[in-house]
């Protein structure tokens, strides 16, 4: 049977989240270049893969998925006994699974839009020669504490936004926080002692230091 297969660029935030995934789960995988600067992801044999035109892509033998937090989880479930578990300890508590499931929820919903605008406007613009819009920034700023005063009364109580292990709920985060550590936005976390050390200990996970590589 054919192997992993992911389809994407290896500086996409969404393809990170794919890659940190079978990192932590120590699987074999192969990465397949996605150029988006010649808007490969919007034309044949692509679309093909994602109708809607977005990295990544995914394949697993016969199975074919996209949308980046549905891959994790596929990941995350089928190959539950490889490397880290990156579910609740207890699985098979539908309790446990919700409170993780939120996390997830409000990281798409509430955390990603926010942080991922201001990875665009400081980072991402850079590349393609463009300005950083300052309003832009600020005004996305006041979204994302917002956001963090959240995680930091979360993070209080406990270890990782899902509980005291490690989730995807976790893991999500992780591609776009180490691009904004990179950028003034990083004052946001440094303010925040338990989101601080939070941040600290999933960007230094090993899993995380080899998507940057």
Known sequence: MAGIKVFGHAASTATRRALLTLHEKNLDFELVHVELKDGEHKKEPFLSRNPFGKVPAFEDGDL???????????????YEEEGTNLLPADSKNIS????????????AHHFDPVASKLAWEQVFKLFYGMTTDQAVVEEEEAKLATVLDVYEARLKEFKYLAGE????????????????LGTPTKKLFDERPHVSEWVAEITNRPASQKILQ
């Open 64 to 78: 074919k998925l996209f949308e980046s937090r549905a891959i994790t989880q596929y990941i995350a479930h089928r």
């Open 96 to 107: 446990h699974y919700a409170i993780m499931a939120i996390g997830m929820e409000v990281e």
């Open 165 to 180: 292990t490690f989730t995807l709920t976790d893991l999500h985060h992780i591609p776009v926080i180490q691009y904004l």
